[in-house]
């Protein structure tokens, strides 16, 4: 009965390189939410997809950033061309289809801890 | 703009005494009121919510307390636990749409054996 999966846990990135962070939903949940965490910071919201959809990303910075779940395999969050300022907790969650009011319940996974040198 | 706001970033609590979490908020439009417990290395997990249409929830050990005309809400903990020791994040919702919850920074709650 696993839970949400991150992968990698930690990952090290020389500033100008590609970051490619994974996130496989809990089972039977079709709702993915990214997350991130900066230091002394709490969570804030960047995007948030269903399958093959981005449904809202007003939470990503404009450039180089880009999140996709396609209809098979893990939801991805890519991050090009790092800059020291990317260094965070990534934090992916999952939510079931809707049957009610939001009530904000998420699963989430334990993170991606990004580090750019 | 942060609209859930946590004013005090860390709390040290004796064991089996009272821990009481404080969160404000700015957007009266919230319907839900979560609070979250993160330990070190690991994600968020849902601890508490409460509607807007209350003013109490309970469960176990912990309660959480809404008062809307002040835009605030706290956590209770009794008796705090050295377990207990994690980081607590107040967050909210809007009902309509999909769970795009907006977090508070969090607090630090130390349990002392």
């Known amino acids: 009965n696993a839970g949400v999966m991150q992968n990698p846990r930690h990952l090290v990135r020389r500033r100008g390189q590609e970051a490619r962070l994974r996130c496989s939903p809990m089972?039977?949940?079709?709702?993915v939410y990214w997350y991130r965490q900066l230091p002394e910071e709490g969570l804030k919201f960047m995007v948030y997809?269903?399958?093959?959809?981005?449904?809202?990303e007003s939470g990503m910075p404009k450039e180089r950033f880009s999140a996709e779940f396609p209809k098979e395999g893990p939801s991805i969050l890519r991050i090009q061309q790092v800059v020291r300022g990317d260094s965070a907790a990534y934090f992916c969650?999952?939510?079931?289809?809707?049957?009610?009011?939001?009530?904000?319940?998420?699963?989430f996974g334990e993170g991606s801890r990004l580090t750019v040198l | 703009d942060q609209q859930v706001k946590q004013n005090s970033p860390s709390l040290s609590v004796q064991e089996g005494r009272i821990s009481i979490l404080n969160c404000d908020y700015t957007?009266?439009?919230?319907?839900?009121f979560l609070w979250y417990k993160k330990y070190p290395a690991e994600g968020p997990t849902f601890l508490i919510s409460?509607?807007?249409?209350?003013d109490k929830n309970e469960d176990g050990r912990f309660t959480v307390f809404l008062n809307k005309s002040a835009k605030h809400l706290s956590l209770h903990i009794v008796p705090s636990q050295p377990g207990d020791s994690a980081v607590y994040f107040c967050?909210?919702?809007?009902?309509?749409?999909?769970?795009?919850?907006?977090f508070g920074i969090g607090t630090k709650l130390q349990v002392i054996p």
């Open positions: 409460i509607s807007s249409i209350k």
């Open positions: 967050a909210a919702i809007l009902s309509g749409g999909y769970q795009k919850v907006t």
């Open positions: 957007n009266s439009m919230f319907d839900y």
């Open positions: 089972k039977g949940h079709s709702h």
């Open positions: 969650a999952s939510s079931p289809p809707r049957s009610g009011p939001n009530t904000g319940e998420l699963f």
């Open positions: 997809l269903q399958k093959e959809n981005i449904i809202d």
